[in-house]
């Protein structure tokens, strides 16, 4: 079984949604093998191509790229951009206290190339991976409070792949403007229980009484 055909089982199993939007993806990124044996892709805009990774050696920047990332001890991350899973493989290498890890990806046609490439069983075993495909207005929004307590989005880290800074500068940033937006908002909540808590405890006992010799709506 080819890493796609496992790819494609895996997540026909755990994540349903995720399998049906790349069975109605007909779109795969241009994948192309490097000097050192790995892969990078190739993305036309406007007019021009660009490498995700280096065409020699992606490999080697994407070490670098994963030695210099302080988790201070954080253990929740948020990562802008996959590409082809190398930066995640190496991240979950470098940070294996990492508990739990949501990947916006942009481009559902690289995501759909990088099946071919990093087996996303063996990523799952290292951590909890949570894929979120696309940047629709409140797409991000609303899927991350589906995966993350408001504990989770307060101390969680982001993180990005920086090509994905200059190729989807758009979706970099709608993305990066709805996860901050998410982190606000989780804050506001805490905030509003601990302020709230007391008084939210002490209202029932104090309405006790009326509740109990005032007539019922009926």
């Given at each position: 079984?080819?890493?796609?055909?496992?790819?494609?089982?895996?997540?026909?199993?755990?994540?349903?949604?995720?399998?049906?939007?790349?069975?109605?993806?007909?779109?795969?990124?241009?994948?192309e093998a490097t000097k050192d044996g790995h892969y990078t892709i190739k993305v036309h805009k406007n007019e021009k191509s660009i490498y995700l990774y280096s065409k020699y050696n992606p490999m080697r920047e994407v070490q670098k790229w994963a030695e210099q990332i302080e988790m201070q001890k954080r253990n929740i991350v948020m990562q802008i951009g996959y590409g082809l899973g190398y930066h995640t493989q190496l991240l979950l290498e470098h940070h294996p206290n990492i508990q739990k890890l949501i990947i916006f990806e942009p481009n559902i046609s690289i995501f759909h190339a990088a099946l071919h490439v990093i087996d996303l069983l063996a990523l799952s075993k290292?951590?909890?991976?949570?894929?979120?495909?696309?940047?629709?207005?409140?797409?991000?929004?609303?899927?991350?409070?589906?995966?993350?307590?408001?504990?989770?989005?307060?101390?969680?880290?982001?993180?990005e792949f920086e090509k994905y800074c200059e190729i989807y500068h758009e979706a970099y940033q709608s993305i990066l403007r709805q996860a901050k937006d998410v982190m606000h908002a989780s804050m506001v909540h805490i905030a509003t229980v601990v302020n709230f808590d007391k008084k939210w405890i002490y209202n029932p006992f104090k309405n006790t009484v009326s509740i109990l010799s005032d007539p019922g709506i009926n």
């Amino acid at each position: 079984m080819t890493i796609y055909e496992k790819n494609i089982s895996f997540l026909k199993e755990a994540v349903p949604i995720l399998y049906e939007q790349i069975r109605n993806c007909e779109d795969v990124a241009e994948i192309e093998a490097t000097k050192d044996g790995h892969y990078t892709i190739k993305v036309h805009k406007n007019e021009k191509s660009i490498y995700l990774y280096s065409k020699y050696n992606p490999m080697r920047e994407v070490q670098k790229w994963a030695e210099q990332i302080e988790m201070q001890k954080r253990n929740i991350v948020m990562q802008i951009g996959y590409g082809l899973g190398y930066h995640t493989q190496l991240l979950l290498e470098h940070h294996p206290n990492i508990q739990k890890l949501i990947i916006f990806e942009p481009n559902i046609s690289i995501f759909h190339a990088a099946l071919h490439v990093i087996d996303l069983l063996a990523l799952s075993k290292k951590t909890e991976i949570n894929f979120i495909i696309g940047y629709e207005n409140q797409k991000i929004f609303r899927e991350l409070f589906e995966v993350l307590s408001y504990k989770d989005m307060r101390s969680a880290k982001i993180i990005e792949f920086e090509k994905y800074c200059e190729i989807y500068h758009e979706a970099y940033q709608s993305i990066l403007r709805q996860a901050k937006d998410v982190m606000h908002a989780s804050m506001v909540h805490i905030a509003t229980v601990v302020n709230f808590d007391k008084k939210w405890i002490y209202n029932p006992f104090k309405n006790t009484v009326s509740i109990l010799s005032d007539p019922g709506i009926n």
